[in-house]
Every structure is written in C-alpha cells, then in structure tokens.
C-alpha cells in the first residue's frame, strides 16, 4: 500500500499554516509550498518530462523537467533535488529564480493550488526515468516549446503553461 504523503499549507507569505493529506488538499484547493525544476542542457534545450499515464491526473501530458511538493522540516531545495533524482534519475546544482502563486483546476475536480518555486539548472546527463513517474523524456529548444505549445496546448499539464509564461517573464 502507498504511503499517505502530505503537503505543507501555506498562507501568501510560505507562512506555514500546517500539514493536510495531499489529495485532500488538492481537492480543498488549498494553498500549499510546491517546486518546480527546469533544467537545460549546454545547448540551451529544456529537459520535458512525459508524465507517467497512471498519474492520478494529467498522466500522458508533458511538462517541465520535475515538480513535486516538499516534505515535513524539508528545505524546498532538498525536496527539489530529491525528486529530480526520484523521477529522472540524476542530480544537478540547482538555482532558485523566483517563487509565484497559481491555482489551476482540473476536469477530475482538483485544484493545483500553489506557492511554486522555481529551480534552474544544467546538465548533459542523459536522464534515467522512473516509469512509476515517467513515461517518457525529450530535449527542446525553447522556440518549439513555445511553438508546440501555442499549437497543441492539449499535450501538455495546466500548470507548466502557467508556470513556462511566468518564467519567460522573468528572463
């Protein structure tokens, strides 16, 4: 059986407010710490990751390299270097760019609600996918992203979308 996870709540200022079950909170739509991880090759290109299809929502989408939510008295950039490692299969140095929140829902009836930070990083390292997490990967030079993205909007998860435009905003 699969362990509860749980996320930490958070008001507008990542002042903690407590923990609650992760599904729960989706389904509440309430405010909680999460990250997401970019990370670029030498030529630029952005690692996407499919998303594994028995995900319990968006699965067979494609977004950015790793996003997942910290865990109780983890620093956020622990949490995300451990899961770039859990769903990719490598590390990098990580930078944080900035922090933003968003909410999105979703035809299943729950809500992203979140404080996101943003990690960057590099790495020609080829990825080694958990297929728990993963279906699939590909490199992409940002001009296509944003191309394939404006064309197919469909093939990819609602909050990479959300957070792609908020990073080319604070290029």
Not at 44 to 65: D, F, M, P, V
Not at 83 to 99: N, Q
Not at 105 to 121: Q, S
Not at 140 to 156: A, C, G, S, V
Request: proline residues 2%.
């Amino acid at each position: 059986m699969k362990q509860k996870e749980f996320v930490i709540l958070v008001d507008e200022n990542d002042t903690e407010l407590g923990l609650m079950e992760k599904h729960e909170a989706h389904q509440k739509a309430l405010l909680h710490r999460a990250f997401s991880v970019f990370v670029f090759n030498k030529k630029g290109e952005l690692l996407l990751q499919q998303r594994a299809l028995n995900k319990y929502h968006s699965g067979g989408l494609w977004t950015n390299t790793c996003c997942s939510h910290p865990r109780e008295n983890e620093k956020t950039i622990d949490a995300a270097h451990r899961r770039l490692k859990e769903e990719m299969g490598f590390d990098c140095t990580l930078t944080e760019k900035f922090h933003f929140i968003y909410k999105a829902a979703f035809d299943n009836g729950l809500t992203e609600h979140e404080l996101d930070f943003i990690y960057i990083g590099t790495t020609n390292e080829e990825p080694n996918i958990n297929n728990d997490e993963v279906a699939s990967y590909k490199w992409i030079n940002m001009q296509e992203l944003i191309t394939d993205m404006r064309l197919h909007p469909k093939n990819y998860t609602v909050w990479f979308s959300i957070i792609l435009k908020e990073y080319l905003e604070h290029l």
